[in-house]
């Protein structure tokens, strides 16, 4: 019974600060959509975890349970040894003290290779481990968590597009924000996607108020835990969304007649100023790293038997083959859910998802008339996505991961399509944005 309650009581005092906060009233949604997401994203979070309980391979593999179990390694050293707890928690290793008898315990300690870039494994290690002392060793506590977090993301990024769609109105971007099915799963358990969309949330919340001339305090802060969060889990994102941000906001602030044009000088002043810092720093080489991770990913899916013929061709052995070979990673990126490496109910499913995304761009792309008060906006989604799904085709060989990996520039892609579509949904989901019609 009391492994029920715990998780119970975390779950329900949430549904009643949804119903209470201001943060959560100035979403642009009633209070009972809100609940109704919040409650469809921990199910999700529940049937990850029946499918990862029941299934062998997953047990074994879920990055979820394994940083579950290596936080446990590092919270009982607490009661052991605390002077070994503070080292694996900050890092500062002052004494020098012996941590093998524990790192060998995490699987998630060690990357299998270096790739000289931060590991934020060790991140999500961590905040399980003081997860610990708030859920008594409850995985589920945890999934709960994992969920109020990343909904507080969603719900950023939806008053992003909320404050600057059209009429105030796009029910495919809600859609897309709160019922996409990947999105749904990946982002209902404590990964590292969960804790990117609560980061990004941060990110696009500053963002927005200081483009739209705001730079009160909460909107600086906001930006700058978005950066300090995104530094730490995923850097290659912040790489992405910094000078993407930067034109954004200055489109926005100077309502630039050609914002494409910012995007093309600040995307690259920012690759001659790495350029310029590779000169000086010879071990800053980003493209060195974009091939070690290709070489790793690609060598082991080869071992391993993953590789499908249009994956087999991706890798690549230098920068200008990594240009060369750039259309043929966004093709994969696209459609790697149509070739996974085992069929089964859950591969079918992705496929399905994925055919049924695909069908629904081709007919946006259809219906698109950018307007002038738009451009800046879907020019900034379209770019995000196609860069994020870029890298993520040139890094990723598995259909499973890409999935995964392309929740968050999903959400991206189909905004930035369906904003100059305009696409509306008039009788059920305006309802969800008329919070004074459904209280």
């Given at each position: 019974?009391?492994?029920?309650?715990?998780?119970?009581?975390?779950?329900?005092?949430?549904?009643?600060?949804?119903y209470?906060?201001?943060?959560?009233?100035?979403?642009g949604?009633?209070?009972?959509?809100?609940?109704?997401?919040?409650?469809?994203?921990?199910?999700?979070?529940?049937?990850?975890?029946?499918?990862?309980?029941y299934?062998e391979?997953?047990?074994?593999?879920?990055?979820?349970f394994?940083?579950?179990?290596?936080?446990r390694?590092?919270?009982?050293?607490?009661?052991?040894?605390p002077?070994?707890f503070?080292?694996?928690?900050?890092?500062?290793n002052?004494t020098h003290?012996?941590?093998?008898?524990?790192?060998?315990?995490?699987?998630?300690?060690?990357r299998?290779?270096?790739?000289?870039?931060?590991?934020?494994?060790?991140?999500?290690?961590?905040?399980?481990?003081?997860?610990?002392?708030?859920?008594?060793?409850?995985?589920?506590v945890?999934?709960?968590i994992?969920?109020?977090?990343?909904?507080?993301?969603?719900?950023?990024?939806?008053?992003?597009?909320?404050?600057r769609?059209?009429?105030?109105r796009?029910?495919?971007v809600?859609?897309?924000?709160?019922?996409?099915?990947?999105?749904?799963?990946?982002?209902?358990?404590?990964?590292?996607?969960?804790?990117?969309?609560?980061?990004?949330?941060?990110?696009?919340?500053?963002?927005?108020?200081?483009?739209?001339?705001?730079?009160?305090?909460?909107?600086?802060i906001?930006?700058?835990?978005g950066?300090?969060?995104?530094?730490i889990?995923?850097?290659?994102?912040?790489?992405?969304?910094?000078?993407?941000?930067?034109?954004?906001?200055?489109?926005?602030?100077?309502?630039?007649v050609?914002?494409?044009?910012?995007?093309?000088?600040?995307?690259t002043?920012?690759?001659?100023?790495?350029i310029?810092?590779?000169l000086?720093?010879?071990?800053?080489?980003?493209?060195r790293?974009?091939?070690?991770?290709?070489?790793?990913?690609?060598?082991?899916?080869?071992?391993?038997?993953?590789?499908?013929?249009l994956?087999?061709?991706?890798?690549?052995?230098g920068?200008?083959?990594?240009?060369?070979?750039?259309?043929?990673?966004?093709?994969?990126?696209?459609?790697?859910?149509?070739?996974?490496?085992?069929?089964?109910?859950?591969?079918v499913?992705a496929?399905?998802?994925?055919?049924?995304?695909?069908?629904?761009?081709?007919?946006?792309?259809?219906?698109?008339?950018?307007?002038?008060?738009?451009?800046?906006?879907?020019?900034?989604?379209?770019?995000?996505?196609l860069?994020?799904?870029?890298?993520?085709?040139?890094?990723t060989p598995?259909?499973?991961?890409?999935?995964?990996?392309?929740?968050?520039?999903?959400?991206?892609?189909?905004?930035?399509?369906s904003?100059p579509?305009?696409?509306?949904?008039?009788?059920?989901i305006?309802?969800?944005?008329?919070?004074?019609n459904?209280e």
């Open positions: 019974m009391p492994e029920i309650l715990l998780p119970a009581g975390y779950f329900a005092g949430f549904l009643i600060l949804i209470y906060l201001a943060f959560f009233k100035d979403s949604l009633p209070w009972k959509w809100l609940m109704f997401f919040f409650i469809l994203k921990v199910m999700a979070g529940e049937a990850a975890f029946l499918i990862y309980s299934h391979y997953f047990i074994d593999t879920s990055d979820a394994r940083f579950f179990r290596d936080g390694v590092i919270y009982d050293s607490f009661f052991h040894e002077k070994a503070f080292a694996l928690m900050s890092g500062f002052p003290l012996d941590l093998s008898s524990y790192t060998n315990l995490m699987p998630s300690w060690f299998s290779y270096d790739s000289g870039v931060f590991n934020d494994s060790r991140t999500i290690v961590r905040l399980n481990a003081l997860l610990y002392f708030l859920s008594k060793g409850s995985f589920h945890h999934l709960i994992a969920n109020i977090l990343s909904f507080i993301g969603l719900i950023n990024i939806y008053g992003f597009f909320h404050d769609m059209p009429s105030g796009n029910n495919l809600l859609l897309a924000v709160f019922m996409l099915p990947s999105l749904l799963f990946w982002g209902s358990i404590f990964s590292k996607e969960a804790l990117a969309i609560f980061a990004t949330g941060f990110f696009f919340y500053g963002t927005g108020k200081i483009s739209a001339r705001s730079t009160c305090p909460k909107a600086v906001s930006l700058i835990l950066i300090s969060m995104l530094m889990l995923k850097v290659y994102l912040l790489c992405l969304l910094v000078p993407l941000g930067l034109s954004f906001i200055f489109n926005e602030r100077n309502h630039s050609y914002p494409l044009s910012t995007y093309f000088i600040l995307l002043g920012f690759l001659l100023a790495a310029m810092v590779h000086f720093v010879p071990s800053f080489e980003p493209a790293w974009l091939l070690q991770k290709q070489k790793d990913f690609f060598t082991f899916a080869r071992i391993n038997d993953n590789l499908n013929f994956s087999a061709m991706i890798p690549s052995s920068i200008f083959s990594l240009i060369v070979k750039s259309p043929l990673a966004l093709l994969w990126s696209l459609t790697a859910l149509f070739f996974p490496p085992v069929f089964n109910f859950w591969s499913l496929a399905i998802e994925n055919l049924f995304i695909l069908c629904l761009l081709i007919c946006l792309a259809g219906k698109m008339k950018i307007k002038k008060q738009h451009y800046n906006l879907v020019v900034f989604c379209l770019l995000f996505a860069f994020d799904f870029l890298i993520i085709g040139l890094t598995y259909a499973g991961a890409i999935q995964r990996y392309r929740v968050i520039s999903m959400i991206f892609l189909i905004a930035g399509m904003i579509a305009e696409v509306n949904f008039p009788a059920l305006n309802k969800m944005n008329n919070p004074a459904t």
